[in-house]
């Protein structure tokens, strides 16, 4: 067994979910079977690696959280919702990106090419919205998910190489990443109640796959070198442009190498002031699971699990 797949299994462990992540594996192997044949391989392709379910987990705990106990079928087709969703998104950035690898195997993208890439994220759309078709309180916040989605990966387009701050920061991360978080604890617990605490952890991953890819460690979600070169605001980066220097060559719109490595060294030098930062969000977070939620447990644990992910 490989080292990612030991530290995705301690996680669900320590969650107390591996039932559930199991019925989730079982279920997406079987949507697998029944995609079309000229997906098929693509689509088992975007799946391949080992992800992290930090998403899934954030609905299950929810459902906990607010009182159910026992596994629903339901609960694993919202999950698996979710995961479509989500990859959908994946195979997005990687065609924005350009990105060679994902998870440690070839994008689909690169392995299938951009005809390839761009169907299978549209067919994860349909079959998303063909799954939660008889529910329309999930069909409305899985269309409130998508429409976020859209627009936060053209604010985080926008708003790139402009010299701003953690609060700005603060609200890319809550679109991009917290609205996935948030409509995971929204179909969760079936209400708004935890939407809140949803959102902060969605911005505490974020901050935590900012900080991990700066360490060099595996990336959770995006890449360190290719958001230094776009001139995306991460939260090391928005700690960084405080120094006028630093500021001065995150405004440069090129690829040069030596401007790319004073800019990965100006990061690097912000990590501790990032966790600091990551500390105080996962306090909210928890502060706000004990607000709402009936067994906050799940919830706590949850933010502790993300909050190690900086530092793995």
Same mark, same amino acid.
């Given at each position: ?222 890449? %360190?070198? @290719?958001?230094?070169? +776009? &001139? *995306?605001?991460?939260?090391?980066? #928005?700690? /960084?442009? !405080? ?29 501790? %002031?990032? @966790?600091?930062?990551? +500390? &105080? *969000?996962?306090?909210?977070?928890? #502060?706000? /699971?004990? !607000? ?21």
């Amino acid at each position: 067994m490989s080292a990612p797949q030991l530290v995705t299994d301690g996680v669900v462990s320590a969650l107390g979910a591996t039932r559930e992540i199991d019925l989730l594996r079982d279920r997406l192997e079987l949507w697998l079977t029944a995609v079309d044949a000229e997906l098929r391989e693509p689509l088992a392709s975007a799946f391949a690696g080992q992800p992290k379910y930090f998403r899934p987990l954030t609905l299950f705990a929810c459902r906990r959280a607010l009182g159910e106990q026992e596994i629903t079928q339901e609960s694993v087709e919202l999950a698996l919702v979710i995961e479509l969703i989500h990859n959908m998104s994946l195979v997005v950035d990687d065609v924005l990106d350009g990105s060679e690898l994902r998870r440690g195997v070839p994008t689909l993208q690169a392995g299938f090419g951009r005809l390839h890439a761009l169907m299978a994220s549209g067919y994860l759309v349909a079959d998303a919205f063909e799954l939660v078709a008889g529910d329309p309180f999930a069909t409305r916040h899985v269309a409130e998910l998508l429409r976020r989605l859209a627009g936060a990966e053209c604010l985080q387009w926008r708003l790139r190489r402009q010299p701003l701050g953690t609060e700005d920061w603060r609200r890319i991360a809550g679109e991009d990443t917290g609205s996935m978080f948030e409509i995971c604890a929204v179909l969760g617990g079936r209400s708004q109640q935890l939407r809140p605490y949803g959102r902060l952890l969605g911005i505490l991953y974020h901050g935590c796959d900012d900080v991990g890819d700066q360490r060099g460690l595996e990336a959770l979600g995006g890449g %360190g070198e @290719e958001d230094i070169r +776009d &001139g *995306i605001l991460t939260l090391p980066a #928005a700690l /960084a442009i !405080r120094d006028p220097r630093v500021r001065e060559l995150f405004l440069i719109d090129d690829d040069d190498s030596s401007r790319m490595r004073a800019l990965g060294d100006a990061y690097r030098e912000q990590l501790a %002031g990032a @966790e600091s930062v990551l +500390d &105080g *969000i996962a306090q909210e977070a928890c #502060a706000e /699971a004990v !607000r709402v939620a009936g067994d906050p447990a799940p919830l706590i644990a949850l933010v502790h699990e993300v909050r190690r992910l900086s530092t793995r």
